[in-house]
């Protein structure tokens, strides 16, 4: 089994975060291919920012998604994720969609822990997209680049410990998800420092796309996820031109 883990980030220190920790979730015998997007924010931080990176985005899907068996999107934005649903034959999974509706399956409330009070208004309208408003417990936005230093993450990890103590506390959450690519693998870390599961969204990404790839599932022929049809384009890169026309995808 291959696995594409696409990270529109332009940040190899972030791609090589996910893409280890990506290896560590996976079975035996599962490939890890992880890609880093060429153009766009290093570490996406707006909504601007962010609708570059869907462009990015789909451009890697178009590059680089043949001869693989599912697709990580490994921005916790889940960036173009039904877009990319749209594209390919092949499962595609978000790692905050896929943290959360892991979450749901491991307890009741959900605590959800952020970087940056900018960027919680963007997750919390993904969360409501998602349907999942009603099992949420609390958020914190915790003010820090702690988390994409190099080197000693000691910091970053205190930081994360108080915020969800807080949230199992104060909200009652009964599960903690951390949002951000950079938080992968970081549970392990925090896990036995907290009464509650710890979950990141690589980790969950990965093991629920292999679950699916097992399960074998139809593409849509019909609807809004069937794939699009040969299109007229211009200006489009060689590999999207071929997507629309038909001869990729």
Partial sequence: MRILVLNANTSSFVTDKVAAAARDAASAGTEIVPVTGDFGARIIATRTELAIAAHATVELLATYAAGCDAVVIAVSYDVALSAAREML????????????????????????????QRVLPVYQELVTGYGLNSRIAGWRAVESNAP???????????????????LIERDGAEVIVLTGAVMAGVPQRLQPHLDVPVLDGVSCAVRQAELLVRQRPTKARTGSYAAPGPRETVGLSPALQAFFAGRAG
């Fill in 89 to 116: 034959p092949i499962p595609v999974v978000g790692i905050t969609e896929a943290a959360l509706l892991t979450a749901c399956m491991l307890g009741g409330r959900i605590g959800v822990l952020v970087w940056g």
């Fill in 148 to 166: 994409y230093a190099a080197g000693d993450q000691s910091e970053a990890d205190a930081l994360a410990i108080a915020a969800a103590r807080d």
